[in-house]
């Protein structure tokens, strides 16, 4: 079973900067975007950024212009470089890979890993 290694959480101060990298342990196959979601204590998790076979990106609205998702294909790994960090972007962040083969759709997820940014 080929699963999500996450790294690179912490605590830092606001106005900080943190990378999020996630690893794929084995091959998976068809994976067409890599993302991130982050899920706050009593809150649904939400996708914060996704990033397509092709590279094209998309965000949520309130991290744009100061996170940067991005992949690389031949190591099965997805970045999040993470600038300018406020309080609200407290949460447990989660990377996805979204997979199609063989007609069906298949979703991996990582463990997540916690970011807390202090005031």
């Known amino acids: 079973q080929v699963q999500l290694v996450e790294s690179g959480g912490g605590l830092v101060r606001a106005g900080g900067s943190l990378r999020l990298s996630c690893a794929a342990s084995?091959?998976?196959?068809?994976?067409?975007?890599m993302g991130w979601y982050r899920q706050a204590p009593g809150k649904q998790r939400d996708l914060v950024a996704v990033?397509?076979?092709?590279?094209?990106?998309n965000y949520t609205d309130s991290v744009k212009g100061r996170f940067t998702i991005s992949r690389d294909n031949a190591k099965n790994t997805v970045y999040l470089q993470m600038n300018s960090l406020e309080s609200e972007d407290t949460a447990v962040y989660y990377c996805?890979?979204?997979?199609?083969?063989?007609?069906?759709?298949?979703?991996?997820w990582g463990q997540g890993t916690q970011v807390t940014v202090s005031s």
């Open positions: 084995g091959i998976i196959f068809g994976v067409k975007t």
């Open positions: 990033i397509g076979w092709s590279g094209s990106t």
């Open positions: 996805n890979f979204h997979a199609f083969r063989f007609g069906g759709e298949y979703d991996y």
